[in-house]
């Protein structure tokens, strides 16, 4: 793992590590800093502010299951993405609280959808057409925010039942060109 890459891990396992006794809006980037024994100013060298790195979390959890999985297909990567979710559980539950600016909810509607749209390019669909990209984009919003409903639900469906009941809701057109698509995280 390049030095990059490990510093950003750091951070990601210092705020897990807080979130056990500090509130989410509670911590700090001095916390984070002092926790990694570090200066602030290499946290804000990798990070804007927590939220970026509370994305690049998710992100980073995204791209490697759509990584370790490219010739599967996007049932299979969606249901290995609930299944990675619902193993950091006790994290997103702490984090998707907050849904303001810059929040994960708000990350979580754009991300996922992005790399979609540049898995549909890749694999033949150039330009995406409009009725293509409105049902991923419908999709990626209602989906995000039935994600975050589930992590904060009480008792939850598992991350079969969660990826069934996605599928299930997923536009017919969407669901057959993703399912043909190859994945570039």
Known sequence: MPTKDMTKTMFAEAIIELLNHVPFKKITVTMLANHCRVPR?????????KYELVNWIYSSDLNKVMAENANESWSTVTYLFFQKLNEKRAFYKKVLIDSGQNSLLEHSQTYPANLFLASLSQGG???VIKDLQFS????????SNM???WLLSEPHVT???QNCKTLRA???????????????A
Do not use: G, K
């Not at 100013?41 to 502010?49: G, L, R």
């Not at 997923?170 to 570039?184: F, G, I």
């Open 159 to 161: 991350p079969e039942e």
């Open 170 to 184: 997923m536009p017919q057109m969407l669901h057959d060109e993703l399912n043909c698509a190859r994945w570039h």
């Open 136 to 143: 991923l984009n419908y999709h990626a919003y209602a989906c």
């Open 41 to 49: 100013q290499t946290f804000y060298y990798h990070f804007h502010d």
């Open 147 to 149: 994600t975050r409903h």
């Open 125 to 127: 669909q150039s330009p």
